[in-house]
């Protein structure tokens, strides 16, 4: 990988870890706000799907919505099969963020949504070895 490239995702990297961080802090205070906390499990999860796709491909789309991510990456890579289920994390990004389709997830859900975003950036970064 040269050297631009590889700045171009270890800056993805931050951007996505410090999503996860955001979210885990969240989930690590006395009264969680699991809207915000799902929110930034989206993001993490958009992020390092995104990264993975400029490792390979060496661009990205202006995309949000992780089902169509997802199958890009599976284009790449057959093996990102093994994350479908992750698809509607792309409502947290949407619909969480404006009173018209009002929704709050319960602790349990936000707990998911972290764990899924766990899992794609090990998934993602076990490709980038």
Aim: proline content about 2%; some cysteine; aromatic content about 8%.
């Amino acid at each position: 990988m040269d050297e631009g490239l590889k700045d171009i995702i270890d800056k993805w990297i931050i951007k996505a870890d410090n999503d996860l961080k955001s979210a885990k802090q969240g989930l690590e205070c006395d009264e969680p706000v699991t809207d915000s906390i799902c929110f930034h499990c989206q993001q993490s999860v958009e992020k390092y799907l995104k990264l993975f796709l400029q490792s390979r491909l060496n661009k990205t789309g202006r995309i949000h919505n992780i089902a169509v991510l997802l199958q890009q990456c599976i284009a790449v890579d057959a093996t990102f099969e093994n994350l479908t289920g992750i698809e509607h994390l792309t409502d947290y990004a949407v619909a969480l963020r404006y009173p018209d389709v009002f929704y709050i997830p319960d602790l349990e859900e936000a707990k998911e949504a972290y764990n899924q975003a766990l899992k794609v950036k090990d998934f993602v970064l076990e490709r980038l070895k």
